[in-house]
């Protein structure tokens, strides 16, 4: 988990460090768990959550709740799909929510990952619509 010691006592220091600044939160965190599914037409295309992760991250909230992730319309070009384009986003249970295009290209509507397994590991975020929310991606 840390890259870039030159020797075993100078990463045992360095994970000592850190462990004392992330107050006992784990030295390694594990990657965002969970996969999407995007099909265009007949191409479909896998977006693993830590595919996901290395997309730039936006952070917004809806009530008391904040929510992380890529901008939807980002994560869907990194898919190969173009731009203005209405979505489907279907859950796990089969509750299906169209986004259309303008909402898919506004600047707080993401994928939200790394989520609790009631809300996850995904979940569609569109705040001002909670309908629009789609969990359990």
Excluded: F, K, W
């Amino acid at each position: 988990c840390v890259r870039g010691c030159a020797d075993m006592l100078a990463c045992m220091l360095r994970l000592s460090l850190i462990l004392v600044a992330a107050l006992a939160l784990p030295a390694c965190s594990a990657a965002p768990e969970g996969t999407i599914e995007v099909q265009s037409g007949a191409r479909t295309e896998s977006l693993a959550a830590a595919r996901l992760a290395g997309l730039p991250q936006v952070e917004v909230s809806v009530g008391d709740r904040h929510y992380s992730g890529p901008r939807l319309r980002e994560a869907l070009l990194s898919a190969g799909v173009a731009a203005g384009v209405d979505v489907e986003a279907v859950a796990a249970d089969g509750y299906r929510e169209v986004v259309n295009a303008a909402t898919v290209s506004r600047d707080d509507v993401i994928v939200a990952i790394g989520l609790p397994a009631d809300e996850g590991p995904m979940r569609v975020i569109v705040p001002g619509s909670p309908g629009l929310s789609v969990r359990q991606l």
